[in-house]
């Protein structure tokens, strides 16, 4: 074999408030929260409080929360979660009145990486504290917090974390004791007054609210009733736009950027109740799956407010329904792990509803960051995550390389697992047909490949060793999806999916027919758009202006090393997109 430490010559350039809180009202609320009297938005609803789908002061639910606690999948006062319960304990994500954690715990209980009343967790703890994943007795949150600890990104006295919360407030990116952070919530819940369908989800609480918290025309037109109009508090970070900054005893906690206020992070696509899940996603994988670009604004910050617009551009424009996020297109490996987890949290939730798998790479140069993100990703919820191989040290030979991914898939051990093979990038040339074997025995959730590489024998090895079709193939060369139809690829990851998904949608039906000379002629044709900017210089820089140009999705600049295309690049690319005469029926 190749000596995998020697670098790979690619087949075309480019390789590639205050106080706590944010404000808050007499009736605020929570994207998700949940109140008094509130009730749920499909489900349930409890005596005093609910949630998405339910839970009460005493009840549970899915996602439900209660007065004075909450999880995400269920807890209540004394109630329990789905995997937990109780006032001093707790389930898995659940949580109680005192405590909670991701993994469980109770007032002095503990949970799998955190816990307990005066303990800590795994990388973080407060006083009565907890860890990253854990929690303590008036608080929590995933990264850490505690009565008077604190997390990474933010708390209160009675705060918590990033993700987590507390006994009487909380918030996804951190907040107090009756205020809360950016999409946390209040007290006593909210949507007190609340009734109606929608209700509870952009619920908050009596004394907090969340950062989507309305204004009261809002809140009207949602049919929340008005109330107290939510002061944004901004004291860290004043005067930026979309401020979200978060101080505790002046000392500035977290800050993120501005983001649609639909849209809290993390909340946006529960998991199916665990009895019902399994280790394929709902629906099968199959078809077109955009590698998402990574916008950016045009001073290099990743810029989440286009999202939105782009799932929808996608979705109806494009036919095109599945993203891969934070791969090679979305520049992934140039962005920090927060912006990577802000952007996995941004297309979970714009795309909840319109899209039908979300993937996550979570591939990095070491274990640790690659484990967070796992984690992260089964946190909210992804259909998939999928791994590159480290290049940096690379592994030698199959057992390393799945050493490797089994100790990232098995940080989420309920969500399909691919491996991302894509050797121009890494260097790492292990052919999957020889991984294939065995590689259910170590990684239960493995569930196909995306497969970037011309060596069409091996992928056409793999489909032959995929005899029971259990695992699914999806390649990633664009140029040459049709040959890989021919060996039996089962749908496609690519960059050029998102702005030529609907002529390449059409190839595939054409395909399916079968009507090869119809499928043969769209790949000439999108080859012939390809082949012609390769030969111009063609990397992500070039695919984030096509997109532009073709979405009028304003995609920004790319992250250095990699620069913007030349305008030459953009006026000859488009005067060779707009001179292609698809077949008739596009
Ligand atoms: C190296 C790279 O970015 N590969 C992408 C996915 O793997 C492809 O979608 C290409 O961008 C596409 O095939 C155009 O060359
Ligand atoms: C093309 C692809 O799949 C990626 O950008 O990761």
């Not at 004075?68 to 707790?90: A, I, L, S, Y």
């Amino acid at each position: 074999m190749d000596d995998p430490n020697q670098p790979y010559l690619l087949h075309k350039a480019g390789a590639v408030g205050a106080r706590a809180g944010l404000g808050m009202g007499a009736a605020g609320r929570g994207w998700d929260g949940t109140g008094r009297d509130g009730t749920g938005r499909d489900e349930g609803k409890g005596r005093e409080g609910k949630g998405r789908e339910g839970k009460g002061r005493e009840g549970k639910g899915r996602e439900g929360k209660g007065r004075e606690g909450k999880g995400r999948e269920g807890k209540g006062r004394e109630g329990k979660g789905r995997e937990g319960k109780g006032r001093e304990g707790k389930g898995r994500e659940g949580k109680g009145r005192e405590g909670k954690g991701r993994e469980g715990k109770g007032r002095e209980g503990k949970g799998r990486e955190g816990k307990g009343r005066e303990g800590k967790g795994r990388e973080g703890k407060g006083r009565e504290g907890k860890g990253r994943e854990g929690k303590g007795r008036e608080g929590k949150g995933r990264e850490g917090k505690g009565r008077e600890g604190k997390g990474r990104e933010g708390k209160g006295r009675e705060g918590k974390g990033r993700e987590g919360k507390g006994r009487e407030g909380k918030g996804r990116e951190g907040k107090g004791r009756e205020g809360k952070g950016r999409e946390g919530k209040g007290r006593e819940g909210n949507g007190r007054e609340v009734s109606g369908k929608f209700q509870g989800r952009e619920g908050k609480g009596r004394e907090g609210k969340g950062w989507d918290g309305m204004d009261k025309d809002r809140r009207r037109s949602d049919g929340l009733g008005t109330g107290t109009r939510m002061r944004r508090v901004c004291r860290a970070g004043r005067g930026r736009p979309g401020c979200t900054g978060l101080a505790v005893r002046g000392q500035l906690l977290a800050l993120s950027p501005p983001r649609p206020r639909s849209c809290p992070p993390g909340r946006a696509a529960p998991r199916e109740p665990r009895g019902q899940r399994s280790m394929t996603p709902r629906k099968k994988l199959k078809g077109l799956v955009a590698a998402t670009i990574t916008p950016m604004t045009p001073d290099g910050k990743i810029n989440l407010t286009v999202i939105r617009q782009y799932v929808d551009y996608l979705v109806n424009e494009q036919n095109v329904k599945n993203v891969f996020v934070n791969g090679t297109t979305g520049e992934g490996l140039s962005l920090s792990i927060q912006e990577r987890k802000q952007l996995a949290e941004e297309w979970m939730c714009q795309g909840k509803d319109k899209l039908d798998h979300v993937i996550i790479h979570v591939g990095a140069l070491n274990l640790p960051e690659c484990q967070e993100l796992a984690r992260h990703a089964a946190a909210i919820g992804a259909g998939g995550i999928a791994v590159i191989a480290p290049f940096f040290f690379k592994p030698t030979n199959k057992d390393e390389l799945v050493a490797f991914l089994q100790k990232v898939a098995s940080e989420a051990p309920e969500v399909p697992f691919y491996y991302y093979h894509i050797p121009p990038l890494t260097g790492v040339k292990i052919r999957v047909e020889e991984l294939l074997d065995g590689i259910k025995a170590q990684i239960p959730t493995f569930q196909g490949v995306k497969f970037s590489d011309t060596d069409l024998l091996d992928l056409a090895q793999c489909i032959n060793k995929n005899e029971t079709g259990e695992f699914e193939f999806l390649y990633g060369v664009d140029e040459q999806l049709l040959s890989a139809l021919a060996v039996g690829a089962n749908g496609a990851v690519g960059s050029t999916y998102n702005y030529l998904g609907r002529q390449t949608n059409l190839m595939l039906q054409a395909f399916a027919k079968p009507d090869f000379a119809l499928a043969q002629r769209y790949q000439f044709l999108t080859g012939e758009f390809l082949n012609f900017v390769i030969k111009l210089g063609f990397g992500v820089a070039q695919t984030k202006a096509v997109m532009t140009f073709v979405s009028g999705i304003p995609m920004g600049p790319p992250r250095l090393p990699l620069v913007g295309a030349s305008s030459e690049f953009i006026v000859k690319a488009k005067a060779k997109l707009d001179s292609i005469v698809w077949p008739k029926g596009d």
